[in-house]
T-cell receptor
Framework: NAGVMQNPRHLVRRRGQEARLRCSPM?????VYWYRQLPEEGLKFMVY????????ESGMPKERFSAEFPKEGPSILRIQQVVRGDSAAYFC???????????????FGPGTRLTVT | QQQVKQSPQSLIVQKGGIPIINCAYENTAFDYFPWYQQFPGKGPALLIAIRPDVSEKKEGRFTISFNKSAKQFSLHIMDSQPGDSATYFC???????????FGGGTRLMVKP
């Protein structure tokens, strides 16, 4: 059973370009979460999605950032017009449906390291 | 109120020692407290987790102690090994949602 997959693992963008980060959840998982980790810091929650729905985007910056989890295919975190401050590691996590259990564990992918030059 | 404070930021112990990492929280709605281990260039991996209805949980060499009244919890690593050298994050989750709130991390080095 493959774990959470993220690609690319490393992404370099110039200021003003767009960054697209992809996340494929574990098999059977329908919940996806995106977190951002700045150097030497803990992870900060960005957004929580289920298939075709954004459940909680309270951690997303109001501008330039968007996320989706379509019916088919991976979840995408999109950053438009990137700035140097967007340089960070972006982690995706997935969890199975709750189905009676509250708050199932989240399993993290290896991350995408975004560098904005 | 969503913060989780973690200490120390870094820790060095000798092989066989028992590093202890502490976390404190304010939000009484938190009801699930996992610890994650992260190696350089990798994603966080779930190590052990506890709910506030128990005061201690052991899994192998890893033990969580939980003090609900003080709103504190800690990770102990028994008989630490150089392979345990990593960054450890505590986290907490609100019973009303699914997002994890992470502490700032502790970089542990276990010397041979």
């Amino acid at each position: 059973n493959a774990g959470v997959m993220q690609n690319p693992r490393h992404l370099v963008r110039r200021r003003g370009q767009e960054a697209r980060l992809r996340c494929s959840p574990m098999k059977g998982h329908s919940h996806v979460y995106w977190y951002r980790q700045l150097p030497e810091e803990g992870l900060k929650f960005m957004v929580y999605l289920q298939k075709e729905n954004i459940i909680d985007e309270s951690g997303m910056p109001k501008e330039r950032f968007s996320a989706e989890f379509p019916k088919e295919g991976p979840s995408i975190l999109r950053i438009q017009q990137v700035v140097r401050g967007d340089s960070a590691a972006y982690f995706c996590a997935s969890s199975p449906p709750t189905s009676g259990r509250t708050n199932p564990e989240q399993y993290f992918g290896p991350g995408t390291r975004l560098t904005v030059t | 109120q969503q913060q989780v404070k973690q200490s120390p930021q870094s820790l060095i112990v000798q092989k066989g020692g028992i590093p202890i990492i502490n976390c404190a929280y304010e939000n009484t709605a938190f009801d699930y407290f996992p610890w994650y281990q992260q190696f350089p260039g990798k994603g966080p991996a779930l190590l052990i987790a506890i709910r506030p209805d128990v005061s201690e949980k052991k899994e192998g060499r890893f033990t969580i102690s939980f003090n609900k009244s003080a709103k504190q919890f800690s990770l102990h690593i028994m008989d630490s090994q150089p392979g345990d050298s990593a960054t450890y994050f505590c986290a907490a989750r609100n019973n009303a949602g699914n997002m994890l709130t992470f502490g700032g991390g502790t970089r542990l080095m276990v010397k041979p």
